[in-house]
């Protein structure tokens, strides 16, 4: 700036936004699960620093902490603050329609109602604030934005008269270390955006002092000081903008002339620098008029320029720049989330990812079930299985392929825990190569010991789930778990298959009071008046193998799997009473479905593909239950090892405990005495 061209009006240096990665990924979750179709203004932050290296623009640095989180890679020391509104329009067609000149006038008007008021001359950094507008596409991971940094138009009169000065050809080393000391020891980033340096106080050492005290510094020598962002040799940073509007304000018929230091400074040699800091002498012009205003707001300018250094909004992409297993993540949280946008506001989400799920049964409901849960964004499944996969499996069940067939045969447990963690690798699936123990099939004495582990085993991977999926191929395999989970009181879910029909139906579980009959649901061995026995004997090939239409076992899965999701939504949880029960119920279909978000939840679905129809009968505990009564859980909390070993070498062991064995015997004698009325009638 040669002395010919002076007086010339003030040029500054606009801010450049700068968004760390840590931004982009905090706004993303915000807007899906926080924001979602709001599209505010929220409050922000962003902060700047006088301290930026040589060449940079002036940034306005926004991280994870813009968002309020504490920390922050970019908050340092010598940061100052900026507030701002986050505008997020939902679709870029709103963007553009966006008004951006009245949102413009609306931030300044906010700066400006600080300047009138004198909040800003206590508080400086009220003079410095932010415009975000930015659409969001959660399924591209790119993102278009364009930042505002209001600033006021100054009079035509506000000019430099001097070309502009370094600090060091001014001052010497010895005063540049006061100024820094005083400058570090202010005690807040809002006191650092402005203040005054008074070079020679009363005392002779220098002194920073607040803006509130510039009248009383009238007619001695001070410096209108700002930590500055700006780089520039030769021009401010755009906070001084703001700041000399307050100024001409409040004190432009005391202030014409001003000695402007625009502070800045860098660490050299383990050194705090501030030389390189400017200074500038600038004409005021008395007092302020407004420019392009109304209401006595001056006009606001300070949108941000694109990379074609035209007025106009960025865009960013980071698809390429994310993990892909992140990506994944991301991808499918967005579909959950996205239900909570309208359709069901009220969704819990979080307790579904945090159940922890046991798989007994890895085969086509198994595989049906464990991918659903993936869907619902459950992070934890354990598949209980003893089998390998073979080459009838892969067609029907969906986590095998014909790699796993080779060579004998994968076991299932862990090609389906592979299979799960590929389709979703925030899921923490496991597989456990486990024989479960059936009623009625008796254990060698040489084989007890093994027969016990398995038990023990059983027991400990129920005690760590939260929903247990009984997704075996025989009645008997279901007693064991449906008597463990009842006793660890464990949410229950069941599903079976026929050829054209299916069965899912949830455990009924007891509270911590203890048992109650006439409120707990029953379980799938309450409308049984016989015990569980040996039904693989004497099998031919289409009764070994599960013949049942294709379509059937991926109906049921998916139906067990939303029937324990519309449970979980209950604060009842597992005791959530049955949709139209009037005992352990409301009987009210309308109340329960608004009380959860996915409507009323049933005891049983049991589904009829032949007729395409569905059934959903509720059934209360049954106090004979082979599986769930009080008797048999005494008997198995009381003997433990000892009675489940008993049950399978004698599986009517439970029709004499239960006294299902007299209820038979009862019915017996009925037979025949009506067999005796009839034939005396005859007679």
Avoid at 117 to 143: C, E, M
Avoid at 481 to 499: C, D, E, S
């Amino acid at each position: 700036m040669s002395s010919a061209a002076l007086p010339t009006p003030l040029q500054f240096v606009p801010f450049s936004s700068a968004m760390d990665g840590t931004f982009w990924s905090e706004l993303s979750r915000r807007k899906l699960v926080q924001y979602r179709l709001s599209e505010g203004p929220f409050e922000i932050s962003a902060t700047y620093s006088c301290g930026s290296a040589a060449g940079l623009p002036a940034l306005a640095n926004l991280d994870i902490a813009s968002f309020g989180h504490t920390g922050g890679l970019l908050r340092t020391p010598d940061s100052c603050p900026l507030q701002g509104l986050l505008y997020l329009p939902n679709s870029m067609a709103d963007m553009k329609k966006m008004d951006k000149a009245e949102v413009m006038r609306a931030s300044g008007e906010r700066v400006w109602q600080a300047v009138r008021d004198g909040r800003a001359v206590k508080d400086p950094s009220l003079l410095n604030r932010f415009l975000a507008l930015i659409y969001v596409d959660l399924k591209k991971y790119t993102f278009c934005y364009w930042y505002g940094f209001p600033a006021a138009r100054l009079p035509e009169e506000v000019t430099v008269t001097q070309p502009p000065r370094r600090l060091d050809d001014i001052f010497d080393d010895e005063w540049l270390t006061q100024l820094n000391a005083a400058y570090a020891a202010i005690d807040t980033p809002e006191k650092r955006a402005a203040f005054l340096v008074v070079p020679e106080s009363s005392s002779g050492d220098l002194e920073i002092r607040p803006l509130e005290e510039l009248p009383a510094l009238i007619g001695s020598r001070f410096f209108l000081a700002f930590s500055d962002p700006s780089t520039s040799t030769t021009h401010p940073g755009w906070p001084l903008r703001n700041l000399l509007a307050l100024v001409v304000h409040h004190w432009g018929r005391l202030v014409s002339e001003c000695d402007v230091l625009c502070y800045r400074h860098e660490a050299r040699h383990g050194r705090v620098q501030s030389g390189h800091s400017l200074v500038l002498s600038v004409h005021l012009g008395g007092n302020f008029v407004v420019a392009d205003g109304k209401d006595g707001v001056p006009g606001f300018v300070g949108w941000e320029r694109n990379a074609a250094g035209q007025l106009g909004p960025r865009s960013v992409d980071l698809s390429a720049s994310l993990d892909p297993a992140r990506l994944m993540e991301n991808a499918l949280e967005l579909n959950l989330q996205l239900m909570r946008w309208r359709l069901a506001p009220t969704l819990d989400l979080e307790t579904v990812a945090s159940t922890r799920c046991l798989l007994l049964g890895a085969g086509t409901l198994g595989c049906s079930v464990a991918r659903c849960l993936v869907s619902w964004g459950v992070r934890t499944v354990t598949f209980v299985d003893n089998s390998v996969v073979s080459y009838s499996n892969p067609a029907r069940q969906s986590l095998y392929t014909e790699r796993d067939c080779r060579d004998g045969g994968r076991l299932k447990c862990d090609a389906a825990a592979d299979a799960l963690r590929a389709v979703s690798p925030a899921v923490t699936a496991r597989g456990e190569n486990l024989t479960v123990p059936m009623a009625g099939h008796s254990v060698p004495d040489r084989l007890e010991i093994h027969v016990r582990a398995d038990v023990e085993k059983l027991e400990a991977l129920i005690a760590e789930h939260d929903a247990i999926f009984l997704l075996l191929d025989t009645r008997e395999a279901r007693w064991l778990p449906t008597l463990i989970a009842a006793a660890q009181r464990k949410i229950v879910i069941n599903a079976a298959l026929g050829f054209d029909t299916f069965l899912v139906m949830r455990h009924g579980v007891v509270g911590e009071s203890g048992p109650d009959d006439s409120e707990k649901l029953g379980c799938y061995f309450c409308n049984d008046v016989v015990g569980p026995a040996d039904s693989t004997r004497d099998r031919t090939l289409d009764q070994q193998c599960t013949v049942t239409r294709p379509g059937v076992g991926m109906m049921a899965g998916a139906l067990a799997v939303e029937l324990l999701v519309g449970l979980l939504q209950s604060p009842l949880k597992g005791r959530c009473p049955a949709f139209g029960t009037t005992r352990g119920g409301t009987g009210d279909n309308e109340t329960e479905a608004s009380e959860n978000p996915l409507g009323p939840v049933p005891h049983q679905i049991r589904g009829f593909l032949a007729r395409h129809m569905y059934m959903i009968p509720a059934c209360m505990a049954f106090p004979m239950c082979t599986a769930c009564s009080q008797p048999v859980l005494e008997e198995y909390t009381s003997r433990g090892w000892e009675f489940v070993l008993q049950v399978l070498n004698d599986a009517a062991y439970l029709e004499r405990l239960t006294g299902l064995s007299r209820l038979h015997e009862e019915t017996d004698l009925d037979q025949v005495w009506a067999l005796s009325d009839s034939e005396e009638s005859n007679s």
